[in-house]
């Protein structure tokens, strides 16, 4: 049943690319077998395609016997290919075969969430201008380089790095001099990044009316990241001209990864986090039974009602017990409906229910979580995701569970 409905996704890549209609070298199955090596190992694509060619174990896993190695390449595509949805389907069918067997109990559950990074690097105005002017003067010089169109401007990518260092290197000096050079530097690396950004948008104007499909193809990508380019210049530039304070929802964070926020949760060491937060729900088994990915950063308060809907559309019944951190606490009426749905609402709404006997026990059951999240993020990566936009954020989220739950009921059944 899992692998009818990954090949769902991965069929494309399977089909016979001949007029005779040869069969395809790799499987569903193989490519989807080789992405969980690459998941559960923490190997990017390349150093996946070597290990599973290096190791026999991991050739009779992949079912790979008899073939040649899966190129890093095809890889890539299979990954990109199983939508987030798919994922979260195969962990849920999982999950009820376990329930089913046995082996996994959905009486008795604990949640939590946690931050996922996206891989970008500190976010400042004068980093995300420059981040937009690199680009631009790249794309714009490969463009140019085909010798259709010209372009009038000049880049100077050089002279924006140096005025970045500057920026960043002395942007906190307590000197009023240098603090006027910080200012005039930062209103230059804004003006011009704004010059580049209007030379991109007619360049692509003129290629567009020039009908040369090659140039428009290669300039596709580079059109969709401008939108963003505008925004970060927009928003540099009436915080160092106008002197404007913006809510976070309307802050570019990064250039490459634009859907991702800015989390506070006040942990010690990284009170600010770059991502996404991930909601995870667990048995006693330690078996994830549920995860949900948001793309718009909630209230942990707001989540407890979500986690028992999603339970019950999954799994048909709600559970006798629920334990969570004081942060899922809802407000009083939604708390009291839902202490009526439940055997034991573990979840304390101020610091004296820490004193109650059966709450204590339930906190000290839910404190298991934490170690589950600190094993996703070492083992299988999930304390910062590499892979490119919101789509393959959730896919390796997804993935990851899906790895962490068969590493569970592997032992499950071995022990």
């Given at each position: 049943m899992i692998l009818d409905r990954v090949h769902r996704d991965l069929g494309k890549l399977c089909k016979a690319t001949t007029k005779r209609g040869r069969k395809p070298i790799f499987t569903s199955e193989n490519l989807f077998r080789a992405i969980l090596v690459m998941q559960r190992e923490g190997l990017d694509y390349r150093e996946a395609s070597v290990r599973i060619a290096e190791s026999e174990t991991l050739q009779n896993f992949c079912r790979l016997i008899k073939k040649p190695t899966i190129d890093f390449t095809l890889l890539n595509k299979a990954f990109c290919a199983i939508e987030p949805a798919t994922l979260e389907l195969i962990n849920q069918m999982l999950g009820l075969q376990a329930v089913e067997d046995g082996v996994v109990t959905i009486e008795h559950l604990r949640t939590d969430t946690t931050v996922t990074e996206s891989n970008i690097h500190w976010p400042t105005d004068s980093s995300l201008l420059w981040d937009a002017y690199r680009v631009i003067a790249r794309e714009i010089t490969r463009a140019r380089a085909l010798g259709r169109i010209p372009c009038v401007m000049r880049f100077h990518p050089k002279k924006i790095k140096n005025l970045d260092f500057f920026i960043a290197r002395y942007a906190g000096s307590s000197t009023r001099s240098r603090k006027r050079q910080v200012v005039r530097a930062a209103k230059t690396i804004i003006e011009r990044t704004e010059k580049a950004i209007e030379a991109a948008e007619d360049f692509i104007q003129r290629a567009k009316a020039s009908g040369d499909l090659e140039l428009i193809a290669s300039l596709e990508r580079f059109e969709s990241l401008l939108p963003v380019m505008r925004q970060a210049a927009s928003v540099a530039r009436r915080r160092a001209f106008h002197k404007e304070n913006f809510p976070n929802d309307e802050k570019v964070f990064s250039i490459f990864e634009p859907h991702a926020e800015l989390i506070m949760r006040g942990r010690r060491g990284k009170p600010i986090e770059f991502g996404h937060k991930v909601l995870l729900t667990q048995s006693r088994e330690k078996f994830i039974t549920d995860y949900l990915v948001l793309e718009e950063n909630r209230s942990d308060s707001q989540l407890l009602q979500t986690t028992l809907e999603r339970h019950v559309d999954k799994y048909g019944r709600m559970p006798e017990t629920i334990a969570g951190d004081m942060?899922?606490?809802?407000?009083?009426?939604?708390?009291?409906?839902?202490?009526?749905?439940?055997?034991?609402?573990?979840?304390?709404?101020?610091?004296?229910?820490?004193?109650?006997?059966?709450?204590?026990?339930?906190?000290?059951?839910?404190?298991?979580?934490?170690?589950?999240?600190?094993?996703?993020k070492r083992a299988f990566r999930l304390a910062r995701c590499c892979f490119r936009g919101f789509k393959n954020f959730a896919s390796a989220v997804g993935s990851a569970v899906f790895c962490h739950n068969l590493t569970v009921l592997a032992k499950l059944e071995s022990g």
């Open positions: 942060g899922f606490c809802p407000d009083e009426d939604e708390y009291e409906e839902i202490k009526e749905q439940l055997e034991f609402l573990g979840v304390p709404r101020r610091t004296r229910d820490f004193g109650d006997k059966m709450m204590a026990i339930w906190q000290q059951w839910r404190a298991g979580i934490e170690g589950t999240i600190s094993y996703l």
